[in-house]
């Protein structure tokens, strides 16, 4: 999804319990959530991104204060109906976000967010982390 002249992107929420998707990073999900599977569905629908927001208490019904303001836009793949009557789906990460205003919260939850702009490129700094990270592993 393109962000407008303002850098802001409307878009449907995930609210992900116990996981964080990191840039480019691909992982399967459950969706379980009715809710969850209603944005994702109308997401594929007009072929937008969605919004992966971390619970803070994952056992918690998602509500706009359980969730974290700071998230990664995620590209949902195909969304696979299982045998056992539950939804799975492949998400990626792509860009950051900063989550400006909640638009709706019924049926499920839209909201404006600040598209981040990050460098591709490494400085000096970052080189030197990977670096380190790299022999520490």
């Given at each position: 999804m393109e962000p407008n002249p303002d850098g802001l992107i409307e878009a449907a929420v995930l609210p992900l319990r116990d996981m964080v998707i990191f840039p480019r990073m691909v992982s399967p999900i459950f969706v379980g959530r009715e809710a969850s599977l209603l944005a994702v569905q109308e997401?594929?629908?007009?072929?937008?991104?969605?919004?992966?927001?971390?619970?803070?208490?994952?056992?918690?019904?998602?509500?706009?204060?359980?969730?974290?303001?700071?998230?990664?836009?995620?590209?949902?793949?195909?969304?696979?109906?299982?045998?056992?009557?539950?939804?799975?789906?492949?998400?990626?990460g792509r860009k950051r976000v900063e989550i400006v205003e909640y638009l709706s919260l019924k049926p499920y939850i839209k909201v404006r967010a600040h598209v981040i702009?990050?460098?591709?490129?490494?400085?000096?700094?970052?080189?030197a982390f990977d670096a380190l990270r790299v022999e520490s592993v």
């Open positions: 997401a594929q629908r007009k072929e937008q991104t969605v919004i992966g927001l971390t619970q803070k208490t994952p056992n918690s019904r998602p509500r706009r204060e359980r969730l974290h303001a700071r998230r990664r836009g995620d590209g949902v793949g195909r969304l696979l109906h299982m045998p056992d009557g539950s939804y799975s789906a492949l998400v990626q702009n990050e460098p591709q490129t490494a400085d000096r700094q970052t080189q």
